[in-house]
């Protein structure tokens, strides 16, 4: 069985750091590009940052550029997704996937293996 576990949210107030964790069990996904999604209530999925298979290219929605950092350790079939400077604005459901290519993509519909999620809720 295929899973994606996300972990490292929490509440944390404004101007603080999180760092989420996912880790991939039941097959391997070191050829494939994988993202970072958020959602929050009433509103649909959006992008936040995708890493290619290798980790060599990487892609960010605007406004977490120069504050979050995806990265990914193929040895631990895991990704990383380093937030800092959070703000209020970053309160959402956050959610790891693994997309069906090996390149950066930001379509939900390129990814087909999605975790649970983890709640993170930055306070002002």
């Known amino acids: 069985q295929v899973q994606l576990v996300e972990s490292g949210g929490g509440l944390v107030q404004a101007g603080g750091s999180l760092r989420l964790s996912c880790a991939a069990s039941g097959r391997t996904f070191s050829s494939n590009a994988m993202g970072w999604f958020r959602q929050v209530p009433g509103k649909e999925r959006r992008f936040v940052a995708a890493?290619?298979?290798?980790?060599?290219?990487?892609t960010y929605t605007d406004s977490v550029k120069g504050r979050f950092t995806i990265s990914r350790d193929n040895a631990k079939n895991t990704v990383y997704l380093q937030m800092n400077s959070l703000k209020p604005e970053d309160t959402a459901v956050y959610y790891c996937?693994?997309?069906?290519?090996?390149?950066?993509?930001?379509?939900?519909?390129?990814?087909?293996?999605w975790g649970q999620g983890t709640q993170v809720t930055v306070s002002s």
């Open positions: 996937a693994a997309a069906s290519l090996y390149r950066v993509v930001v379509s939900t519909y390129e990814y087909n293996y």
């Open positions: 890493i290619s298979w290798n980790g060599g290219d990487t």
